[in-house]
């Protein structure tokens, strides 16, 4: 099966940086999209950024400019970094893997999430 575990988050003042790494492991898998999404209190979930397995990205329109990801396909990781955060960046940052995953003697796709980060950004 499949795990998905992310890290680095943590406390940071307005201005400040965080670098989020994900990595998932077990199985026979091999990665087609990942991503990040936040939930902040009382808000839904929302995409912040995915990356392709050819390396093609998206943003939302709130962090672009300030936040990049990037995919090591070979150490099966993603990394986010995190620029300039800012007091609305705070909330609960999962992981997504969307992979190409070998089940029961085929292959299947699959959505693996992690268990979420906490980043609070404070003023």
């Known amino acids: 099966q499949v795990q998905v575990v992310e890290s680095g988050g943590g406390l940071v003042q307005v201005g400040g940086s965080l670098r989020l790494s994900c990595v998932a492991s077990g199985g026979i898998f091999r990665i087609i999209r990942t991503g990040w999404h936040r939930q902040a209190p009382g808000n839904e979930r929302e995409l912040v950024a995915r990356?392709?397995?050819?390396?093609?990205?998206t943003y939302a329109d709130s962090v672009k400019g300030r936040f990049a990801i990037s995919l090591d396909t070979a150490k099966t990781t993603v990394v986010l970094e995190m620029n300039s955060l800012k007091p609305e960046d705070t909330g609960v940052y999962y992981c997504y893997m969307h992979v190409l995953q070998w089940v029961a003697g085929t292959w299947n796709t699959r959505v693996h999430w992690g268990r979420g980060t906490q980043v609070t950004v404070s003023s």
């Open positions: 990356i392709t397995a050819t390396e093609n990205t």
